[in-house]
């Protein structure tokens, strides 16, 4: 009897550490499975209203002048994540909880952590206040511009601050 209760705590505490399902994605580092609100963990990706900036165009090397227009780069980066997640259910393993009372998890399409994923595609940043985990793919999407880094952007920490 003993054995089976502490069996059922450990499942029990496993299961808690999971969530399953099918994610509203709702914005590039925010989705909803069922009832639970999940923030993606160390990373940071532009907010819904927020503006970058990509090259529109480029006026001679020699020159060095280029043309920019603006857009709505948190849409992009949910849209990135929404095409990448595809309807397909995820699996979300959480450590705590964020002051919006967010679950904070690293999140898994199949084997893909889709935080990672996010960071080193360009479509967030590194949250380097809370974590180191995601700098060298951030470092890898700025050397090879990709998502964001193929433009002008304000950190989406500061841009929050600013607005």
């Not at 450590?95 to 990672?116: E, V």
């Not at 996010?118 to 793919?137: C, P, Q, T, W």
């Amino acid at each position: 009897m003993r054995t089976m209760i502490i069996l059922i705590l450990m499942t029990s505490n496993v299961i808690a550490d999971e969530i399953v399902g099918v994610p509203k994605i709702i914005d590039g580092d925010t989705i909803h499975i069922d009832s639970f609100k999940i923030r993606l963990e160390g990373i940071d990706a532009p907010e819904m209203r927020q503006q970058c900036q990509k090259v529109k165009l480029r006026i001679s090397s020699i020159i060095g002048y280029t043309f920019y227009k603006d857009y709505f780069c948190g849409k992009v980066s949910k849209k990135h994540l929404e095409d990448k997640v595809n309807g397909s259910k995820i699996k979300c393993i959480y450590s705590s909880k964020d002051k919006y009372k967010r679950y904070l998890a690293k999140c898994y399409k199949d084997k893909i952590n889709l935080n990672q994923w996010m960071v080193r595609n360009g479509h967030a940043l590194a949250y380097r206040r809370y974590s180191k985990e995601y700098i060298f793919d951030e470092e890898f999407a700025k050397e090879n511009k990709l998502g964001l880094w193929q433009g002008k952007f304000i950190n989406p920490e500061k841009w929050r601050k600013l607005n």
